[in-house]
Nanobody
Framework: QVQLVESGGGLVQPGGSLRLSCAAS????????MAWYRQAPGKQRELVAV???????SYTSSVKGRFTISRDNAKNTVYLQMNSLKLEDTAVYYC??????????????WGQGTQVTVSS
């Protein structure tokens, strides 16, 4: 069974930084694309950043230059370093990944979400 477990959310002042982590648990995992999404109150869930298995990255325009996505394949973990946080970054952040478990076909998985609140 596969689980994505997120950590690192919290309350931060504008201009501050947070680092989110998301670890995939389960045996014999192969992980393809990993990504972070976010959903603010009253808004649709949006893609924030994505990283391929080879390390190629892409970001939504509103976070370019401020957020960095990275991954540690040995730990089955993806990170999101968030700097220069703004009030509008407040949202629940979700981890997402395409994972093959026990050599089965790839499936898409979601984490439970972690709250990021930017407030003075």
């Amino acid at each position: 069974q596969v689980q994505l477990v997120e950590s690192g959310g919290g309350l931060v002042q504008p201009g501050g930084s947070l680092r989110l982590s998301c670890a995939a648990s389960g045996s014999t995992l192969r992980i393809n694309t990993m990504a972070w999404y976010r959903q603010a109150p009253g808004k649709q869930r949006e893609l924030v950043a994505v990283i391929s298995s080879s390390g190629s990255t892409s970001y939504t325009s509103s976070v370019k230059g401020r957020f960095t996505i990275s991954r540690d394949n040995a730990k089955n973990t993806v990170y999101l370093q968030m700097n220069s946080l703004k009030l509008e970054d407040t949202a629940v952040y979700y981890c997402n990944a395409d994972i093959s478990y026990m050599y089965t076909t790839y499936k898409n998985y979601w984490g439970q979400g972690t709250q990021v609140t930017v407030s003075s």
